[in-house]
């Protein structure tokens, strides 16, 4: 593999208790790009989640009980290490998860623009007075951590889907123990390493690499220590998860599965509309849970805009993420395009036409081809069902009414796009629409000032923000009584 600046941010091993722990296996984590091993790591044991969590649970108290000044300050020195080792962060997640290193770099960025943003708000957790019923009572709301705070995150973003959540709990006073997904643990493990030397204390950031996901979750969804599970990938995975929360009634937020509408109306600017749809759904390969799933466009600019569609799709360039000028890297596995493959079978069985693309680069790689579909309708698999790939797959419609039912059609409710300049269509669309969140004339809306989250069958809970803080603390109430005299 490529060669770090700082070699010792490979690390091999998970990490509690402020230490790197051995394991009795190991597993490789490869290069989608080529196949290489990047790296060998401990293949950590549902008796060692335990421990992580004993660790986070015993350095709980005192954390929660550090000024929220201190613990803001511990969090800006993780922020800028993060900073510092950008290009270095960058190289590894790219190695690992195949985006271009421009990307990645921009994750690094992106996950550590949380850390600060969440250090800021740690200084903002206000309380409130409420006018009491009686003259001899007072009342006071108290915001307090909800304690020790487990996370499964995804393979898609390695390090912004953990400093997303991570930020939020420390800030706000939790311990935090994290299984980073097992195709991409390294650059969870360079994440610790920094936490580390930025020095935040042991035991309140964790993580566990393992392979065996099914008896880590158990562990972290089940055990009576942790107060509040988080979990981003899946809508099949997540519902498993919250289940197994039940019986510990645990606080659960879930960033699970989407099929993004991406809606353009005939009034809309064709050109802004073609910049946000590539960057809405070319990003990581189309591989995010807010990439556009379905493009839906009016009748009377469907050929303009298929056409433009088309020309700067021709203009995007596949490869390894390390090279030059790479727009789309590898998608993450075999399994990822054989379905990416499968969906775009059935939808041309029913009638779709595939326009470019649609296969993988060569038959042994996992390249695939940035793809233009269109006569796609919201009956067939590829627009009910997340693509998670670079297919951009068009259906038309004739009316405002039209798009948004079509739009809403879906069990799904993450993100939702769309472009107009009509200031009563803009305020009708964005209400009508059933989502946690609405791009209007707009394709890239992640950022940490803003509540990300959806509704439906796409969970609940949101992150970042001064929303996404609330979401890892309780209120309490003290009712203060025999004040009169
Ligand atoms: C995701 O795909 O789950 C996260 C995407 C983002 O934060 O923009």
Redesign the pocket.
């Known amino acids: 593999m490529g060669k770090l600046h700082d070699q010792a941010l490979l690390k091999y091993a998970s990490y509690w208790q402020g230490n790197w722990q051995s394991a009795a296996r190991s597993f490789n984590v490869t290069n989608p790009a080529n196949g290489e091993i990047i790296g060998t790591v401990a293949d950590a044991t549902a008796a060692d989640a335990k421990k992580a969590v004993a660790a986070a649970d015993t350095a709980q108290a005192d954390w929660a009980a550090r000024p929220a000044a201190e613990r803001a300050k511990l969090l800006m020195r993780w922020q800028q290490l993060m900073l510092e080792h950008q290009d270095d962060l960058g190289l590894l997640l790219t190695l690992e998860q195949g985006k271009p290193l421009a990307e990645a770099k921009g994750e690094i960025a992106?996950g550590a623009s949380y850390l600060e943003w969440f250090a800021e708000e740690a200084k903002r957790v206000y309380g409130d007075t409420i006018p009491a019923k009686s003259s001899d009572q007072r009342i006071i709301v108290l915001k307090q951590p909800v304690g020790v705070v487990a996370a499964i995150t995804?393979w898609?973003?390695p390090n912004?889907?953990i400093a997303?959540k991570a930020a939020a709990a420390l800030a706000a006073g939790c311990t935090f123990v994290v299984k980073p997904a097992q195709l991409t643990p390294l650059s969870a493990l360079a994440m610790a390493e920094l936490a580390d030397r930025a020095g935040i204390p042991a035991g309140v950031f964790n993580v566990v690499v393992s392979t065996d996901a099914k008896a880590i979750g158990k562990v972290l969804t089940e055990d009576p220590r942790v107060a509040k599970f988080s979990f981003?990938g899946s809508t099949n995975i997540g519902k498993q998860l919250a289940k197994q929360c039940a019986d510990t009634v645990k606080r659960v937020s879930l960033?699970l599965g989407?099929n993004a509408p991406f809606i353009v109306f005939d009034d809309a600017d064709l050109d802004a509309a073609i910049d946000g749809l590539m960057a809405s759904k070319f990003?990581?390969a189309g591989?995010?849970?807010?990439?556009t799933n379905r493009i839906l466009v009016q009748d009377r600019v469907l050929d303009a805009f298929t056409e433009k569609l088309q020309q700067a799709i021709g203009k995007l360039k596949l490869g390894n993420g390390t090279d030059d000028k790479v727009d789309i890297g590898p998608l993450i596995s075999d399994e990822a395009c054989d379905k990416v493959d499968e969906l775009l079978q059935q939808a041309t069985e029913n009638g779709a036409k595939v326009h470019c693309g649609g296969k993988r680069q060569a038959a042994d790689s996992l390249f695939y081809l940035p793809t233009l579909v269109t006569g796609v309708n919201n009956d067939m698999a590829l627009a009910q069902q997340e693509i998670f790939g670079p297919v951009a797959a068009i259906q038309s419609f004739n009316d405002e009414a039209e798009a948004i039912k079509l739009a809403n059609a879906t069990e799904f409710g993450?993100a939702a796009y769309f472009y107009s300049r009509d200031i009563g269509r803009i305020w009708r669309a964005a209400e009508g629409l059933h989502y946690g969140m609405v791009g209007v004339n707009e394709g890239?809306?992640?950022n940490p000032v803003a509540p990300?989250g959806g509704v439906k069958q796409s969970g609940y809970g949101r992150?970042g923000s001064k929303y996404g803080l609330a979401d890892y603390m309780d209120i309490k109430y003290l009712c203060l009584g025999g004040l009169d005299k």
Do not use: D, H, K
């Open positions: 992106y995804p898609n973003f912004a889907m997303r981003t960033e989407g990003r990581n591989q995010t849970c807010v990439c993450l890239m809306i992640s990300f992150e």
